[in-house]
């Protein structure tokens, strides 16, 4: 997972430095640096590759003992394929009108925003049931719980923007980046917690380290 992280981070600002002259951080979404040279592919890189780290973190809550890991697996397996959906299916450019390709884009988008908060803090509360999960659950509840919280008022926020005329508020591009870095954090944190669930239990979870945790890549590495 920390791999997937990294590849997603270190291309989000190559694309922010290499966008810099036609692209306001504060105010104009990730999605429009695909209109950066480039920017298709790289924004797709930095999808796939947390996209990745979701599945093979949707992989390991099971083996690692995470009771009724079903409905977390699901949301991180929803929230992995709405990140591809988001990078096949790109934005619209500035002042044109979003036709069914954007659509698809700003949906999925709005999922993964809500899907991975939301299995993060899943993962938390179940956390609380077992003694090899319990000491993990308080960090993982406040990062989770403080991202669902900024998702739920950013996507909510886009209600005048979908049903009116609004043009957005102010700083949405900035704000938009923060829950982006904090959507990445709970993916981190609930990876690290399953990593130290395993640890903690190395007779029965052993086989999830090496053959479910990890993948060939090294972009679904759970650290």
Do not use: C, K
């Amino acid at each position: 997972m920390a791999g997937g992280i990294a590849v997603a981070l270190v291309t989000m600002g190559f694309l922010h430095v290499a966008g810099a002259a036609t692209v306001d951080p504060l105010d104009a979404t990730i999605s429009d640096y695909v209109n950066v040279p480039g920017g298709y592919v790289l924004l797709a890189l930095a999808a796939f590759a947390p996209a990745a780290g979701a599945v093979a973190l949707a992989a390991g809550l099971a083996p690692a003992g995470l009771p009724d890991p079903a409905p977390p697996t699901r949301l991180l397996l929803s929230g992995s394929t709405a990140l591809v959906l988001v990078a096949v299916f790109p934005t619209n450019a500035p002042d044109t009108p979003a036709g069914v390709v954007a659509t698809i884009h700003r949906v999925a988008g709005g999922w993964v925003f809500a899907s991975l908060p939301l299995a993060g803090w899943m993962v938390a509360r179940r956390a609380r049931l077992v003694d090899g999960w319990r000491a993990l659950a308080p960090r993982l509840t406040g990062v989770a719980g403080a991202t669902a919280v900024l998702s739920a008022g950013f996507l909510l926020s886009h209600v005048p923007i979908v049903i009116g005329t609004s043009p957005g508020f102010p700083l949405l591009g900035g704000v938009e980046r923060v829950l982006y870095a904090s959507v990445m954090l709970v993916l981190l944190v609930t990876a690290r917690s399953v990593r130290l669930a395993v640890d903690d239990a190395p007779n029965t979870a052993g086989v999830t380290t090496d053959a479910v945790l990890h993948d060939p890549t090294d972009i679904g590495r759970v650290a």
